[in-house]
């Protein structure tokens, strides 16, 4: 995918998704919880309001007896620079432990899932491979039965996008 790096903000963007998502469910309540009124990265905000719809419609999805769906967004100062860091969490179904490091596999579904709510096994992947084209990182923790917590961590620069040949950090 060609990104189309532009200032983007991210609060505002995961306020759209979080709005746009809320009109597709009334037994959910979607929250976006930022301590700064703004958050902006140079991004691509097309390919990121995909991703992050994907999750929070994941969320929705996967908690079919309704409840919170929360977007967490905050900014993280690490040895390697600033990050933009947006996490959500839902309280639905989980993912089993033994998919927990497939999941952002193109075609794998959560074995709790299999036959009982649809999918393709398509969006997380797509969601992973657009994180990681703005030089960022996607992780999940999860239980099952408990919820599942995505976190989204976007490298924040000034001026010029990041040099490609950086090495990004896993997610702790």
């Known amino acids: 995918l060609e990104l189309e790096r532009q200032p ?22 979607i929250l976006v919880q930022a301590p700064v009124a703004e958050l902006v990265g140079l991004w691509d905000a097309a390919r ?21 769906v ?9 040895d390697d620079g600033a990050w933009a860091v947006l996490h959500v969490q ?29 999918g393709t ?11 990681e084209q703005h030089r960022g990182m996607i992780g999940v923790a999860s239980a099952e039965g408990r919820g599942a917590r ?4 976007l490298p924040l620069v000034t001026g010029e996008v990041a040099d490609d040949s950086r090495s990004t950090p ?3």
């Open 121 to 131: 096994g398509l969006g997380l992947a797509s969601a992973r491979q657009i994180i």
């Open 90 to 118: 839902d309280y639905g179904i989980g993912i089993p432990e033994a998919d927990l490091p497939h999941i952002f596999d193109r075609f794998h579904r959560g074995a709790n899932v299999f036959g009982q709510i649809s």
């Open 8 to 29: 983007t903000d991210l609060v505002a963007l995961a306020r759209q998704v979080a709005t746009g998502q809320q009109q597709t469910t009334d037994r959910h309540r």
């Open 170 to 172: 896993p997610i702790s």
């Open 48 to 68: 990121l309001e995909r991703a992050l719809a994907n999750l929070v419609s994941n969320a929705i999805k996967y908690s079919p007896h309704g409840g919170e």
């Open 150 to 153: 995505f976190t989204l961590r």
């Open 70 to 78: 929360c977007l967490a967004i905050e900014q993280e100062r690490r």
